[in-house]
Structures are given as structure tokens and as C-alpha cells.
């Protein structure tokens, strides 16, 4: 299925910005083609393609709304078939210090001009709302593309790009970018600057930032993995195989990445998978309660474990006021706000990082990547805690919930990332004795707070693990479609608002008021 979220979004702009289709048109091509436009390119999701038709009519309206509203006051501006990419070539077939001869800067997204080429603008869409928090390098790289990029068509794959003939040279004497948010429709101006801003600001701010990039030569394993072309004489990335046993399929499909929420997604619902993890097409409702508190109280346990990690926690004065604190950026108040201060307190007696000697490491959200050859899969973990005790090392997670884990289900099934961390510490990706290291689950409730062990030393716990990740990654890694499978989590799911049969199953079972939505997965 097609895993780039704007491509259907945007072969229907182009057919009405660049064709002079109607919307209608456009639309019907959208879902006669499933998002393909007669291209190579994969099909959409019929959700994704949900999403696509939802979006256009608000992208087309907030960019005639900005010409009304700046009509008179800038010149009007029309789509641009082109790109704009600013070109610099050495001249000479000697590369320079860093290898290059040539080098290429272009920007994504929607190009529009005025008529006689003094003002530019970029629109750059993004899921949910506009990201207006762009960093000033950022910024700047955009303007100095509009303000100095050559009109090139699209290059073919690995080609160089080779401006039109006969453009005129005159540059832009205004460029301007907009953040555009596909969920709530609405358009956040970026930059509006001039020739000399521009110029001034690219020099401060994104020329050291294009150094820092050409120049870089660390490895830092993790998602960027999935599309490196250098994966295969990368020595940074640890090798795993065979880490649950898994067979290749008979399809080849492009790389991807793999995490133990990845695996309890899809496990409720392929498609589910698929619209938030892949394609992130979240909504824009409010977070539910649980979920909330649980990143407050994460927040607030990262914080004390980062500043303090020989000293712990048992002497920390917890949230002075529980009945309104924050952590994180999350604000917690009422109910929420008192069962969060006293979970951080059950923790206090759980602390591992108390009495360690000052030798031993901890780690705070510590990533950890392998990859796996025969699948063509990157595994990316993200353990709450990791730290050394005697010579191994200790997985820890750390879960929050109201209500008591269900015990006629085995632990590493209600847990997947127990299941992959077991699998990571005995496949060797921690250094470290073996025999010596665990994995733990701390679970925080208001009035009490539990510690589960497993010893990913004991080949019965390794092999149950096993079956556990391949029950769930084997099909996962196998499916073309993602499919919805409506159920009980349709009430909490992200991407219900563009699944008709998420829909459809809610409006059937509508839940109680005993049963609330945040109820349906009380753990964080």
C-alpha cells in the first residue's frame, strides 16, 4: 500500500492546479485510480483515500481565502508547475574536500508565483495542524530555495536537475512560506521576507546547519535506517538474525522499521497499524485521560531519573500540590491529577536507581536498533529505563493503570516489548553477562505498585517470547492490505474518523457511561 501519506493528495492538486480539472473530476480519478493517478506508485488505503477526499476541498478553499485576504496588498499568486532548485557546480570535475561536485538544494511542497515573478510562495502541508515551531534553519534553507531556485522540471531518478531554457533571470523581491494543517484546514504563515533577509538569515542560520550535514560522518542508528543506502556496510547497526525466527515472504517489499507498539497495533487492527503508525494519520480529538496522565507521570519519572540517577527517587518530594501539577508540558488536574502523585509515590518504592553504586550506567529513553537481514527489518526499541546491575543489564518498563492486570493472560502476551526486550538481551544487543540480566515490568497503580521479572537467561522464556513476536510481526511483515478488524478498541482508535467500518461498528455499540473511552486501555 501507498506509505507516503500527501502522495494521493497531491496528484489531485496537481490535476486541478496544473490540468484545470474540477475538484469533482479530481476526485473521481482519486478513487477510480485508489490514489495512483496511472502512475507506478502503490494504492491507497480506502481510508487514506478517505482522508485525501476530506482534504482537498480545505486546501483548495484556505489558498483562495489567503488571496482574498492579501489581495491589493501582495500580487496574486498561481500554481507553478516547476520546481525551484538552487544549483551550485564546481566547475571542474575535482570534487571538493567532502567529496561533491555539484550540489542540489530543492524544497517540498505546493509552489505557487505571481505573474511577473517578483513574489514567490511555498505551501507546505502537514497532517494534523500547521507546524508553525520550525526551526530558523529550517526557515531559512526554505527562503534561500524560492529566493534563489533555478525553474527545473522533476529530475529522473538519480539525475541531476537542469534548468529550463529561456526563464526569465529576474529574481524574487518577496518569498514567503505557509504551514498548512490538513486536519483543522487551517494556514499559519511561516516567513514573509525580502532578498536581503533572506540572504542574511541563510548565512546565520542554515549555511552551518548544510556543513553539519555534508560534513557529518557519526552513525546514529534508528528509523532514518529504513531508506539509507549505506545499511549495507554499516558496522554501527548490530545484526540480529534470525531474532524470532521469521521467513522471508515470496514478495520482495521495501525495508521497514519495527517496534513493539507497532506489533500491539496491528495485533488489535491491521489497519489501525497502518493509518497511525505508517501513514500517521491521527486525529485531532483530545488525548484520552490514561494517556494523559501516564505521559505526566513518565515525564516526571525521565526528569528525577536523568537528574539524579545515583540518588533515585525515595527522597524526592513528589507534586507539592496532587491535585494540580505538571510534567513534561502536560498539565494534570482533579482525579487524573491525584492518581498520577500517587503513582509517582508508589514508584518511590520501586526505584531501581536507588543505592546503585556511582560505576554503574543508567539510561534514560535510551533507543536501541537492530537489524535483521533475511526480513530486511529494522527493530527499534525505546525501553523506559535501562541500567547495569553486577555486570548485566536491566530492561525496565514502567506502565501506569486504575485497574489490576488481568492474570489469565501470560505476561509477555499483555506486553509485546517484553517480549522484544527478552529477545534483544538474549540476541547480545546490550553488552553485558547474560545470566545477569532481566527484564522488568513495573506496574504503578494509585494504591499499590508491582515489579513482574523475566530472565532472558532461561531458554523456556526466550522461546515463549519468540512465539509471541512472530504470532504477531510474521503476518504484519506478510500483509498487503490492512485490513480493519472492527472492535471494542474502535472507540479509542486515532484513525476512526476516516475508517468506515470503525464507524460504523462504534455507532452500532455505542459504550456506557460506565464504560468511558479512555476505559478501553487504561494502561500508558
Avoid at 494556514?187 to 548544510?210: I, K, M, Q, S, T
Amino acid at each position: 500500500m501507498e506509505d507516503f501519506t500527501f502522495a494521493p493528495l497531491m496528484g489531485a492538486l496537481d490535476l486541478i492546479e496544473h490540468e484545470g480539472w474540477s475538484h469533482a473530476d479530481a476526485n473521481a480519478e482519486l478513487m477510480r485510480t485508489k490514489g495512483k493517478f496511472d502512475s507506478n506508485r502503490a494504492p491507497a488505503h480506502p481510508s487514506l483515500l478517505e482522508w485525501t477526499a476530506y482534504a482537498i476541498p480545505r486546501y483548495l478553499a484556505a489558498r483562495e481565502a489567503e488571496q482574498a485576504e492579501t489581495e491589493g496588498s501582495v500580487p496574486q499568486t498561481i500554481p507553478m508547475r516547476f520546481e525551484w532548485a538552487a544549483l551550485y557546480d564546481r566547475g571542474t570535475a575535482e570534487p571538493d574536500s567532502r567529496g561533491a561536485t555539484r550540489y542540489e538544494r530543492f524544497a517540498w511542497g505546493r509552489r505557487y508565483a505571481s505573474a511577473d515573478g517578483t513574489v514567490r510562495d511555498l505551501w507546505l502541508p502537514s497532517i494534523g495542524t500547521a507546524r508553525s515551531n520550525r526551526s530558523e534553519a529550517e526557515k531559512a534553507a526554505l527562503a534561500d530555495v524560492l529566493a534563489r531556485g533555478e525553474v527545473c522540471p522533476r529530475p529522473g531518478f538519480e539525475r541531476p536537475y537542469r534548468p529550463l531554457r529561456n526563464q526569465p533571470s529576474l529574481r524574487p523581491e518577496r518569498v514567503r512560506a505557509f504551514g498548512y494543517g490538513c486536519g483543522d484546514g487551517k494556514a499559519v504563515l511561516l516567513l514573509d521576507w525580502g532578498p536581503d533577509e533572506v540572504r542574511n538569515r541563510y548565512r546565520e542560520h542554515a549555511a552551518p546547519a548544510f556543513a553539519r550535514v555534508a560534513e557529518g560522518s557519526g552513525a546514529v542508528p534508528g528509523s532514518s535506517c529504513i531508506k539509507c543506502k549505506a545499511l549495507a556496510g554499516c558496522a554501527t547497526l548490530p545484526r540480529t538474525p534470525g531474532l524470532w525466527g521469521g521467513l522471508p515472504g515470496e514478495v520482495r517489499r521495501p525495508r521497514r522499521s519495527l517496534s513493539a507498539w507497532d506489533l500491539r497495533l496491528y495485533g488489535q487492527c491491521p489497519a489501525q497499524y497502518h493509518l497511525t503508525r505508517q501513514l500517521n494519520l491521527t486525529s485531532l480529538r483530545p488525548e484520552p485521560e490514561a494517556a494523559v496522565r501516564g505521559r505526566a507521570v513518565d515525564a516526571r519519572l525521565n526528569d528525577q531519573h536523568r537528574r539524579n540517577p545515583v540518588g533515585g527517587c525515595r527522597t524526592v518530594a513528589w507534586p507539592p500540590d496532587p491535585d494540580n501539577w505538571s510534567a513534561g508540558g502536560v498539565e494534570l488536574a482533579g482525579q487524573a491529577a491525584r492518581d498520577g502523585a500517587a503513582m509517582l509515590a508508589q514508584h518511590a518504592w520501586l526505584c531501581p536507581v536507588d543505592g546503585s553504586r556511582p560505576a554503574e550506567r543508567v539510561l534514560v529513553q535510551h533507543q536501541l536498533s537492530c537489524y535483521i537481514p533475511e526480513l530486511d527489518v529494522v527493530v527499534i526499541a525505546t525501553p523506559d529505563l535501562l541500567y547495569t546491575r553486577s555486570g548485566g543489564w536491566v530492561w525496565r518498563e514502567t506502565k501506569t493503570a486504575t485497574s489490576r492486570l488481568w492474570e489469565g493472560r501470560p505476561l509477555l502476551r499483555s506486553y509485546p516489548q517484553l517480549a522484544l526486550a527478552v529477545l534483544l538481551l538474549a540476541a547480545g544487543a546490550l553488552s553485558g553477562e547474560l545470566r545477569r540480566s532481566r527484564v522488568e515490568l513495573e506496574l504503578l497503580y494509585p494504591d499499590d505498585g508491582t515489579l513482574e521479572e523475566l530472565d532472558p537467561s532461561r531458554s523456556a522464556v526466550v522461546d515463549e517470547a519468540r512465539d509471541v513476536i512472530a504470532e504477531l510481526a510474521d503476518p504484519l511483515l506478510h500483509d498487503d492490505l490492512y485490513n480493519p478488524v472492527p472492535g471494542r478498541h474502535c472507540h479509542g482508535c486515532e484513525a476512526r474518523t476516516w475508517c468506515r467500518p470503525g464507524r460504523e461498528f462504534v455507532d452500532r455499540n455505542p459504550l456506557s457511561e460506565a464504560q468511558p473511552p479512555n476505559a478501553i486501555q487504561d494502561v500508558s
